[in-house]
């Protein structure tokens, strides 16, 4: 009787876990769903400004294995000239080894590497022009409509100029009435090359979901510290779910 009993709690948490991930939202990067976003973010760089067009897109090859790419194409005028080309490729498998309920909070762990591509236009002011492998561990956690994932993650690069950082990263989602959202990521990075540089950034996102597969929102960015990558940013994406 006691191991029925057992069992019957342990199904019941497996349920209240999935139940509380049911909803996820494409933004959480540890999300479970497929979807692909267009994007555009403009910087400001202090004199000068960055253009960025990107495709940003995941699909569950299984319910544990979750494939994340991005391409990311570049318009500046950091050289002083205007410039444009392709910037980087990612693609990152994340494994989801173990879900379940920690007190109130349902969570689900994550693992998984980023590899990087850069495509070398680097003469004209368009990415670090490093190939990278980036390890990553985190943790999402869910209560009601609040979603926290703290991550962790270290790029460290393989080819190209020398490249070794560690960047911690909070997410915060809020789910809000009429299928919007609010989002925020926040983003502290030990740049180990560069005389142990901390860039720091933020980023506040509203969107809204027209219906399951498709969806808008809005980015407002911000460079914080002597160390800051830009002095401020604005975005806007087109979501769709498959």
């Not at 109130?104 to 492998?133: C, H, M, P, T």
């Not at 540089?197 to 980023?203: D, H, I, Q």
């Not at 969107?207 to 975005?235: E, H, N, Q, T």
Request: net charge negative; with cysteine.
């Amino acid at each position: 009787m006691r191991i029925c009993l057992k069992k019957f709690v342990g199904l019941v948490l497996v349920l209240a876990s999935a139940h509380a991930f049911a909803q996820e939202n494409a933004s959480n990067p540890l999300a479970a769903v497929n979807n692909t976003d267009l994007r555009y973010q403009y910087f400001d760089l202090d004199g000068s400004d960055r253009s960025d067009y990107f495709v940003d897109g995941a699909y569950m090859a299984t319910p544990e294995l979750k494939l994340k790419y991005e391409l990311h194409y570049w318009d500046t005028d950091v050289t002083g000239s205007s410039e444009s080309g392709l910037e980087t490729f990612h693609l990152k498998p994340i494994y989801f080894p173990k879900a379940g309920e920690w007190g109130s909070w349902a969570y689900k762990l994550a693992i998984g590497v980023e590899w990087i591509v850069g495509f070398e236009n680097e003469d004209i002011g368009i990415g670090s022009g490093s190939d990278q492998i980036a390890p990553l561990v985190g943790v999402a956690l869910v209560k009601g409509e609040t979603v926290l994932v703290p991550l962790v993650q270290h790029f460290e690069s393989y080819d190209g100029p020398d490249l070794s950082t560690t960047a911690f990263r909070l997410i915060m989602i809020e789910s809000l009435p009429d299928d919007l959202w609010l989002k925020l990521d926040a983003k502290v990075s030990v740049e180990w090359e560069n005389d142990n540089a901390v860039p720091t950034t933020a980023e506040l996102q509203l969107g809204k979901m027209y219906s399951p597969s498709f969806g808008v929102y809005l980015d407002g960015l911000v460079g914080i510290g002597s160390d800051r990558p830009y002095d401020w940013g604005v975005g806007v994406g087109v979501r769709f779910n498959y």
